[in-house]
């Protein structure tokens, strides 16, 4: 099941990512690459990587994408007049994508964590799925509270002047955009 669930972020990542860079209007282009970073936060989430895809939604998928639909807005740049939405193959694609998502609700409706986790490897949990890995290894549930500490320790220790680097140079970005969008500032 896994497996099915995989292939299915894959191809809605690939695809998405080739709609993304394919539309004439930038609006549900970025709109695009937010399906883009959701389906890859889902192939984190499968990996075991439950940080990783709380930061992609957080982090590019929610504060970098609302930065550039700002940036999009204040320019004026969808303005075409004209829709990047055809009838054809990518309703058909949409529909087919549609019904695929559909179907893998219904096989998991009445799956639990703990039915799961012991479908994933039998007779290795004990008492808690949050005690189950990928390799099958019994871990304590305090070392995944220590995966945080792992990463937020550096960011914030050693990278903390590149962090803060890149947040004056977002804040740069969104005010030139503001001038440009207004000139007679």
């Known amino acids: 099941m896994t497996e099915i669930v995989f292939y299915v972020l894959a191809i809605s990542a690939v695809l998405s990512a080739i709609l993304c860079i394919t539309q004439k209007n930038p609006v549900p282009s970025a709109l695009w690459l937010v399906s883009t970073m959701f389906a890859l936060a889902g192939i984190y989430v499968l990996l075991h990587a439950q940080f990783i895809a709380a930061m992609q939604v957080l982090v590019y998928a929610g504060a970098v994408m609302v930065?550039?639909?700002?940036?999009i807005m204040l320019l004026n740049l969808g303005r075409d007049g004209g829709s990047d939405i055809k009838k054809g193959p990518v309703a058909l694609v949409a529909t087919f994508l549609g019904a695929a998502l559909v179907a893998a609700l219904v096989a998991v409706r009445g799956t639990s964590v703990a039915g799961l986790a012991d479908r994933l490897n039998p007779g290795v949990v004990a008492g808690s799925p949050l005690g189950v890995v990928?390799?099958?290894?019994?871990?304590?549930?305090?070392?995944?509270?220590?995966?945080?500490?792992?990463?937020?320790?550096?960011?914030f220790q050693t990278y903390l002047v590149p962090f803060e680097i890149t947040s004056v140079l977002l804040l740069a970005a969104a005010v030139g955009a503001v001038v440009l969008a207004k000139r007679k500032l």
Do not use: R
């Open 134 to 155: 990928a390799g099958g290894d019994v871990q304590s549930a305090a070392s995944f509270t220590n995966a945080i500490g792992a990463v937020a320790a550096p960011m």
């Open 67 to 71: 930065l550039f639909l700002f940036v």
